[in-house]
């Protein structure tokens, strides 16, 4: 392991180890209290742009394999954690998470007080920071992270979005049988708009009962809504992804095309941010997001508690019940979670139904959407 150091936009200077890619990255700091599934978090595209520091204080001690990837690639900047295992001991480790890591240029950050910067983040909010295995001067950290482009600046959208469209066509992995699940008969055919979808989300789509078709974010809307008017698809579902949803204007014009045609939908995580904006209603920023396998979320429905899986700096505003019925808030803020619109066919929710890593409570909704789909 080599000397990594470390610069925040709040002044803070750090040294610790590196144990994975070198290089120098620029990049958005937050927290993740999951206690389990690193290689999912990794590989979650909605991490793009952003540093990832586990409250969970050993990582890498069960590898890596191909079935926990959550899509083609690592996509954030790096992962800070207190200590590294380079050992892994699990019948089911492929690799271990450096040489992951490694192959996909992230930077793995360790030896340093992840408790420190956990509550740093906490109190001061979600910040900029620059790590590096090539520059150790102070000054020239701080003067790069200054130059760099914010992270609500960029697109990373183009960068995770599938560029061609394809059919997703597995569905739950069983754990117990190290295998996937057989699908049933499809019952609806959707397209998934892939904003940085998870493999998972696609998985609970299939399995149950929907045929998912994946687009890219550059898909041309016009011939959606013809073949939903053709009745060849049922309805769209918007996925999850990575940054500020307020700079991605024409994927905000698509989706308001597809409410103007009553083309049925339903948005996850950043798909339920768009739809808000769609509406009119502008998405604001939290301190310091919601990230990881422990969310307290109550359905205001039938008035149960479910333990939810987060991903999400951004949420939708209160003035959203002027349009929508709220059917899940967070009981950790109050914050909204879930809406059903009043004078459309769809529905959203900010958590992650498919829990990846996480609890599986919320898994029900992928049903209401078909059930929903199959009304309308």
């Keep these: 392991m080599q000397p990594i150091y470390i610069y925040l936009e709040n002044g803070t200077y750090l040294e610790a180890k590196s144990f994975g890619a070198d290089g120098t990255q620029v990049g958005e700091i937050v927290f993740n209290t999951s206690m389990t599934g ?84 906490r109190e001061e909010g979600a910040m900029m920071m620059i790590a590096s295995t090539e520059v150790s001067d102070k000054e020239t950290l701080a003067k790069m992270l ?26 739950h992995y069983d754990a117990t049988k190290y295998c996937y699940n057989d699908v049933p008969e499809p019952q609806a055919k959707i397209v998934a708009l892939d904003f940085g979808v998870k493999r998972n989300i696609l998985n609970e789509l299939t399995q149950a009962g929907m045929q998912v078709e994946v687009v890219p974010n550059t898909v041309d809307v016009d011939e959606l809504i013809q073949r939903y008017q053709a009745g060849e698809i ?23 095309k597809l409410i103007e045609a009553k083309v049925p939908m339903f948005g996850i995580c950043l798909g339920h941010q768009l739809l808000s904006i769609a509406h009119g209603y502008e998405t604001y920023k939290l301190k310091f997001g919601h990230h990881g396998g422990n969310h307290p979320v109550k359905n205001v429905v039938t008035g149960t508690v ?71």
């Design 38 to 121: 690193y290689q999912e978090i990794v590989t979650d595209p909605s991490y793009a742009g952003q540093f990832v520091t586990f409250t969970m204080p050993e990582i890498g001690n069960v590898g890596c394999n191909a079935d926990d990837m959550e899509s083609k690639g690592a996509w954030c900047k790096g992962i800070i954690v207190r200590q590294y295992q380079d050992m892994p001991s699990n019948f089911r480790s492929e690799e271990p998470l450096h040489e992951l890591l490694k192959r996909f240029g992230v930077l793995g950050i360790c030896d340093i007080d992840t408790r420190f910067l956990t509550k740093m983040v």
């Design 234 to 256: 049922d309805g769209v579902f918007l996925s999850n992804g990575p940054g500020d949803p307020l700079i991605l204007k024409e994927e905000q014009e698509k989706i308001k």
């Design 306 to 376: 479910e333990i939810t899986a987060q991903n999400h700096n951004y949420n939708v505003p209160d003035a959203i019940t002027e349009i929508a019925e709220v059917t899940h808030t967070n009981l950790f803020d109050g914050t909204i979670e879930g809406v059903r619109y009043k004078e459309s066919p769809i529905m959203s929710v900010q958590h992650h139904p498919e829990a990846s890593p996480g609890p599986h409570e919320s898994r029900y909704v992928f049903t209401q959407f078909l059930e929903m789909i199959k009304r309308g």
């Design 146 to 171: 200054a130059e760099a482009p914010h992270i609500s600046e960029v697109n990373y959208i183009e960068m995770v979005s599938t560029k061609e469209a394809y059919l997703h066509t597995t569905g």
